[in-house]
């Protein structure tokens, strides 16, 4: 497959290069070339005229049910959900069955992995079948290829082990991501509120969150180790992750497109596709988060991806399962904050390109010479109808089927090979 | 006698989803239907032919009698069904049985469930009219109806009352039934338990939240009491019914707050001697078995009602 190509007339943002400029991207043998590098005079040409020339974007928080539940999702038609959404790289979760908490079942998704269309990075397991009770053997999961380690899913309860999880974590340099719940709080199905009370369904508190926010906050200030915070929701999470950072603590955190989207008035219906953990919160939250991805505050949005079948969804409110599938959604939704002028189309790469590697300490996210050819083409204008047929997830839980959504990737490139494209 | 011509909804999920205009018509039409219940013969043929299922996934005495009895008094044919709630665990889902229910062609259903909002999932399933017998904590729109016609009788209006309701706001459907529906009316309610028992938000439905139980039953029109619970799955919500009782009961010195002719109400099953001193309970100002006589008389509307929308 060829893997020479030049990316003509394209508005080139990378961050990390300060740069954002319409020029021409010059890809040799799938790597980042000098802008100014002799080749050939027939290197094929990439028109991007009105598109964005960006790093590779990274989803560092999805499910992708492989092992286990691939009538949910599969690697390979997570990874191509992911290249439709512009994603080049996805890090999945460990909540597979059996548990990704040893090296032969992280093994096992980098071989299915090897024929995905984006690159996978798997996420190990804090404790072994996320139980909460030993660690699983952090070093053989990353030697095999983890490149985080998360219980996500479920809260670490004792205090104890994710103090213990972030210290021997710190020892191979891997991220900690924490799901932050206090479980006794949680016991509910929407935001606590009154739309829980009009609904009659049971509530989750904020404080259900930003008390385990603190904790986490507070094992990595006095162990002097780096934390990060998935799927962000309250207002009172962030306050406390901004004064931390403020204070030099080593923390970051990601939110997830549904919750800068929709508040819990869209749980009306008892429409079972917008039940997640955490909750869609009040609109103060929604309007706290918007700021805090703007000011830093929050570094990632990430999609918390989680496909499900209707047997899971297709049910009361109370019995349904929680989570949507986002990685087809997540860039438009996104590129509704910057013509909102909530963050600026620089800011967008950071939040999707750029930082997510950094934070997993994974390569990506700029596009110096020499880097691999991870780029993703976006129409910030490109205007669509997001309908059941157009899904490429196994599953179709998610709030956003039937929205007209504007902005997309076009094309998805990785390491030089087209893995996406929808230009001529 | 109505025609339904007026009436334009084929599910009753919730009183939230009728107008004023939509209550008093239901008002009036179980008002007229009361009388049949009086008769030696307690049986017309309005509702000959038509299938009516009771599908109820909780346990229920009085409401399952209730809608039975008024099917029965129309002359439908009922059938009374109550899957065992681990059901779901043999893998027949809510969807399932809504299809199988729904191949044999009934007319009416009638729901009760544990979980808010199943009836407005059944109803996306279905042909048959659906009705809500009472969803989780969410509503129970028969209740809060046989409510407002028993306070209608005795006070002959629904405008300016003031009804205090007192006890677990948080898990009563009775309660949430009740306060969008007098709200609607034109009167106001004011709730008042332990802060453990008023949800969130509850003003946003209508309520007025009070401090102090003299605050909530100071010149009331209606005093309704709710059952309650000491704790509810591991949920502390109580130290104990002794207490309860004493800080938040009606006793008659309580029940002299309110106006000498205030109606004393409640959903039932009564814990005398928790919620209600029996003397209260039992007095003369109790309309209890009002509301239960009331609720037939509603019931009947109900279903005549919607099947004049099929």
Same mark, same amino acid.
């Given at each position: ?34 802008p100014d590098q002799t080749v050939a005079p027939d290197v094929p040409e990439i028109d991007a005229a009105g598109c964005w020339v960006v790093p590779g974007l990274t989803d560092m928080h999805v499910h992708l049910r492989e092992p286990g539940e691939e009538f949910k999702e599969d690697i390979l038609s997570g990874a191509r959900a992911a290249a439709a959404g512009g994603f080049t790289g996805v890090a999945c979760m460990p909540n597979t069955q059996p548990v990704n908490d040893c090296k032969a079942v992280t093994a096992l998704i980098l071989a299915q992995a090897a024929q995905a269309a ?101 094992? #990595? ?42 508040? @819990? ?29 703007? @000011? ?75 880097? #691999? ?52 | ?146 409510? *407002?016609l028993t306070v209608k009788e005795h006070r002959g209006t629904l405008s300016g009352l003031k009804i205090a309701i007192i006890g677990d706001i948080s898990h009563s459907r009775v309660a949430h039934s009740d306060i969008v529906g007098f709200t609607k009316m034109g009167s106001e309610v004011f709730v008042y338990g332990p802060s453990t028992l008023i949800p969130k938000g509850i003003d946003q439905l209508g309520a007025v939240v009070c401090t102090s139980l003299s605050q909530a039953v100071r010149d009331a029109d209606v005093v309704m009491t709710l059952r309650i619970q000491k704790e ?43 919620? *209600? ?11 209890? *078995? ?12 109900? *279903? ?7």
């Amino acid at each position: 497959m060829n893997t020479t190509w030049r990316i003509i007339n394209g508005r080139i943002i990378d961050p990390i290069n300060q740069t954002d400029q319409v020029r021409d991207l010059l890809i040799i043998n799938g790597r980042i070339a000098e802008p100014d590098q002799t080749v050939a005079p027939d290197v094929p040409e990439i028109d991007a005229a009105g598109c964005w020339v960006v790093p590779g974007l990274t989803d560092m928080h999805v499910h992708l049910r492989e092992p286990g539940e691939e009538f949910k999702e599969d690697i390979l038609s997570g990874a191509r959900a992911a290249a439709a959404g512009g994603f080049t790289g996805v890090a999945c979760m460990p909540n597979t069955q059996p548990v990704n908490d040893c090296k032969a079942v992280t093994a096992l998704i980098l071989a299915q992995a090897a024929q995905a269309a984006v690159r996978v990075y798997p996420v190990g397991a804090i404790s072994k079948g996320l139980e909460g009770l030993q660690l699983a053997e952090f070093g053989e999961m990353q030697a095999a290829g983890a490149v985080a380690v998360s219980d996500d899913g479920r809260p670490v309860r004792d205090s104890q082990l994710m103090r213990r999880a972030l210290e021997y974590a710190s020892d191979f340099g891997l991220t900690v991501i924490a799901h932050s719940e206090e479980p006794s709080l949680s016991k509910g199905v929407m935001n606590e509120g009154a739309m829980s009370t009009r609904l009659g369904l049971k509530g989750i508190p904020t404080a259900a969150e930003s008390i385990m926010v603190y904790r986490e906050i507070a094992l #990595a200030e006095f162990t002097g180790t780096k934390v990060h915070i998935a799927h962000v929701s309250t207002a009172m999470s962030l306050d406390l992750i901004r004064s931390a950072k403020a204070r030099g603590v080593r923390v970051t955190a990601e939110t997830a497109p549904h919750y800068f989207t929709l508040t @819990d008035e869209a749980v009306a219906d008892y429409d079972t596709n917008v039940k997640m953990n955490p909750p869609l919160r009040s609109a103060a939250d929604r309007e706290a988060i918007k700021l805090a991805l703007a @000011d830093g505050t929050l570094d990632a949005i990430a999609t918390d991806h989680a496909p499900h079948s209707i047997l899971e969804k297709e049910l009361e409110f109370d019995t349904a399962a929680n989570g949507i599938i986002g990685l087809e959604t997540a860039l438009p939704l996104t590129l509704a904050l910057v013509r909102d002028q909530v963050i600026d189309a620089r800011r967008l790469v950071e939040l999707l390109a750029v930082n997510p590697p950094a934070i997993l300490g994974i390569p990506g996210g700029t596009l110096r010479p020499g880097a #691999a050819a991870d780029v993703t083409l976006i129409d910030p204008k490109r205007e669509f109808l997001y309908s059941e047929e157009q899904v490429v997830s196994k599953s179709r839980n998610t709030p956003f089927l039937g929205w007209q959504l504007q902005g997309r990737a076009v094309l998805t490139m990785v390491g030089g090979e087209i893995r996406y494209t929808l230009l001529g | 006698m109505a025609t339904g011509s007026t009436f334009s909804h084929h599910h009753i999920l919730g009183i939230e989803q009728l107008s004023t205009e939509d209550i008093s018509y239901i008002l009036s039409t179980a008002d007229s239907f009361k009388e049949i219940s009086a008769r030696p013969i307690k049986k017309v043929p309005t509702l000959r032919g038509h299938t009516i299922i009771n599908l109820f996934f909780e346990p229920s005495t009085r409401t399952r009698l209730s809608f039975e009895v008024a099917a029965k008094r129309m002359s439908a044919d009922t059938f009374n069904i109550s899957p065992s709630t681990s059901s779901t665990t043999k893998g027949e889902t809510l969807i399932d049985t809504a299809r199988n229910i729904s191949a044999m062609h009934p007319d009416i259903i009638i729901i009760r469930h544990s979980c808010s909002g199943a009836p407005h999932l059944l109803s996306r399933y279905v042909d048959a009219a659906v009705i809500n017998a009472g969803d989780g904590a969410h509503e129970h729109p028969s209740q809060g109806l046989l409510d *407002l016609l028993t306070v209608k009788e005795h006070r002959g209006t629904l405008s300016g009352l003031k009804i205090a309701i007192i006890g677990d706001i948080s898990h009563s459907r009775v309660a949430h039934s009740d306060i969008v529906g007098f709200t609607k009316m034109g009167s106001e309610v004011f709730v008042y338990g332990p802060s453990t028992l008023i949800p969130k938000g509850i003003d946003q439905l209508g309520a007025v939240v009070c401090t102090s139980l003299s605050q909530a039953v100071r010149d009331a029109d209606v005093v309704m009491t709710l059952r309650i619970q000491k704790e509810r799955q591991d949920d502390p919500l109580l130290p104990s019914l002794r207490e309860y009782s004493r800080e938040f009961g009606i006793s008659r010195s309580v029940l002299a707050l309110a106006r000498p002719d205030a109606l004393v109400m409640h959903p039932g099953p009564v814990n005398r001697g928790v919620e *209600l001193n029996p003397d209260v309970a039992d007095g003369p100002q109790s309309v209890i *078995l009002d509301q239960v006589t009331n609720g037939v008389a509603v019931r009947m509307a109900l *279903l005549y009602l919607v099947m004049g929308n099929m």
